[in-house]
């Protein structure tokens, strides 16, 4: 079998012999549609075809792990070209059609050829004469759509399932700061950033570059080259703990263990005449999932481990060792709904003395985010983010010890988005 890009005809002329099939072409269907067909001798049947069933409310879907048939059927009104994807099986002796092109708002063929459906086998490549296809019943159907896509009735596809933690986005929000003793100070905060993740079978790799969020008005730059951490499923338990009441039961206990690593993180503050600018080389912490997905996406984890920092204002390096705990939890199967929630503790050590601020400064952050997706733009998307948090340190000479809260609300734009690793076909999202 020969696959052709998406939705070419099958050509008029004498065919070139064809190479080998590649891999996914030809192979044998699974039980409910029955072996392939057998090649019989009629080449050069002429081109009658049964009627075309009226089309079934909703229409349905073509599988996109079975193979696809460029069938050529006699012109109709609305699809004049005469060029069809059919999916046929043999047991039933049925296909589902669909047409090679989207349709207009009237249902008629454009010279838009369908995106993203998979390449179908020529009519010579068969293992059936194509006249024998056409005699069978021809069903109405939607084109096949990858995983996470779907097609509507004209043959138009469109995302459906959106993965946020593997993206490149830029945002924007009004995010307003109190101050105990000050009155509210207005700002705006522009965020970018992109996100990876690689998974095998045990592990899930998370990589971000570039994350930055800038704020205007009370100036506010924290920004990070590059961040990695991973996720692991041990497949043999630390601790078995069994209990005998009742039935003997039997729990296993995994201590899930991974690294989280930060390289060049830039945080400057400005507080009225007050200003702090820290550089951090590094951060190492061990971290351990309290709880993780079945993919490992979604996790409950702490953090733990040591950061080497410079604070440029004061011209002086020193020890931060820190602990977090966190949850970043997608809490729908299409990737609409994200939260997010964090509480960290960091303490300066090794730092000689500086007027004006404590010989062992401290840090402490709380904080809360939900990013929802509202719309998609050439199959982007588009999702409302609202978070809060707090922050309390005494790290910056002469700047007051108390707590400072923010809010913001605002939108944020995915320039890169694929569908999720668990992504469903777009009959089981209809279903």
Same mark, same amino acid.
Request: proline share 9%; net charge negative; with cysteine.
């Given at each position: 079998m020969?696959?052709v890009?998406e939705?070419t005809p099958p050509p ?5 012999p064809?190479?080998?099939?590649s ?5 044998a269907?699974? *039980?409910a ?5 057998e090649?019989?001798p ?8 049964s009627?075309?069933?009226p089309p ?9 792990e ?9 012109p109709?009104p609305?699809v004049p070209?005469g060029?069809?994807?059919?999916? =046929?099986?043999?047991r *039933?002796?049925r =296909?589902l059609?669909?047409p090679q092109?989207?349709l207009?708002?009237?249902?008629? *063929?454009?010279?838009r050829?369908?995106?993203?459906a998979r390449?179908?086998i020529?009519?010579r ?7 024998v296809?056409?005699q069978?019943r021809?069903?109405p159907?939607i ?5 996470g896509w779907?097609?509507d *009735?004209?043959g138009?596809v469109m995302? &459906?399932?959106f993965d946020?933690h593997?993206r490149?986005?830029?945002?924007? +929000?009004w995010s307003?700061?109190?101050?105990e003793?000050?009155?509210?100070e207005?700002r705006v905060r522009?965020? &970018?950033?992109?996100?990876l993740?690689l +998974?095998d079978?045990?592990?899930l790799h998370?990589?971000?570059m570039?994350?930055?969020e800038v704020?205007?008005?009370q100036?506010?730059?924290d920004?990070t080259?590059?961040r990695y951490d ?5 497949d043999?338990?630390? &601790?078995?703990?069994t209990?005998f009441f009742g039935e003997?039961?039997r729990?296993?206990?995994?201590l ?5 690593l930060?390289a060049?993180?830039?945080?400057e503050v400005?507080? !009225?005449?007050?200003?702090?600018? &820290?550089?951090t ?8 999932d309290?709880?993780?997905s079945?993919?490992?996406?979604s996790?409950?984890r702490?953090?733990a !481990?040591?950061?080497?920092e410079?604070d440029y ?12 705990l ?5 809490l729908?199967?299409d990737g ?5 929630l964090?509480?960290e503790a960091?303490?300066?050590l ?6 004006g601020r404590?010989?062992r400064?401290?840090r402490?952050?709380v ?9 998609a733009?050439?199959?982007q ?6 978070d ?6 005494n790290d910056?000479p002469?700047?007051?010890?108390r ?5 913001s609300a605002?939108?944020?734009f995915?320039l890169?988005?694929?569908a999720?690793?668990?992504a ?8």
């Open positions: 020969t696959p890009s939705g008029d002329s004498e065919p070139a064809t190479p080998p099939p891999e996914g072409q030809g192979r269907p699974d *039980e549609t029955g072996p392939l067909f090649r019989t009629d080449e050069g049947a002429p081109l009658v075809a009627a075309i069933q079934a409310d909703p229409l349905p879907m073509q599988d996109p079975r193979p696809v048939v460029c069938l050529t059927l006699p109709t609305a070209s060029y069809w994807r059919a999916q =046929c099986d043999t *039933e002796r =296909c059609i669909a092109h989207e207009d708002m009237d249902g008629r *063929e454009t010279d050829m369908l995106e993203r390449g179908c020529l009519e490549d068969t293992s059936i004469p194509a006249h296809l056409r069978y021809l069903e159907s084109a096949d759509a990858p995983p779907y097609r *009735e004209r138009r995302q &459906f399932n946020l593997r490149i986005w830029l945002g924007g +929000a307003p700061l109190w101050r003793g000050v009155p509210r207005d522009l965020d &970018f950033g992109i996100a993740e +998974a079978d045990r592990h998370r990589l971000r570039l994350e930055t704020m205007l008005g100036r506010t730059l920004s080259l590059l991973f996720s692991v499923e041990r043999d338990p630390l &601790f078995r703990i209990t003997p039961r729990y296993d206990i995994s899930d263990m991974g690294l989280w930060e060049l993180r830039v945080e400005e507080r !009225g005449e007050l200003q702090g600018g &820290f550089l080389w590094g951060s190492v912490h061990a971290t351990l309290l709880w993780h079945r993919d490992m996406v996790y409950v702490v953090r !481990g040591p950061s080497a410079r204002e004061n011209d002086v390096n020193s020890l931060v060792p820190g602990a977090v966190e949850a970043d939890l997608t729908d199967r609409f709904h994200h939260l997010r964090g509480v960091e303490k300066v090794l730092s000689r003395a500086i007027l404590p010989l400064p401290e402490l952050k904080s809360a985010g939900y990013e929802l997706i509202l719309i733009i050439n199959d998307p588009l999702s409302l983010v609202v809060a948090g707090g922050m309390w340190r910056i002469y700047l007051p010890q707590w400072e809260w923010s809010a605002g939108l944020r995915s890169w988005a694929p999720r690793r668990s469903p076909k777009a009959q089981q999202a209809r279903d």
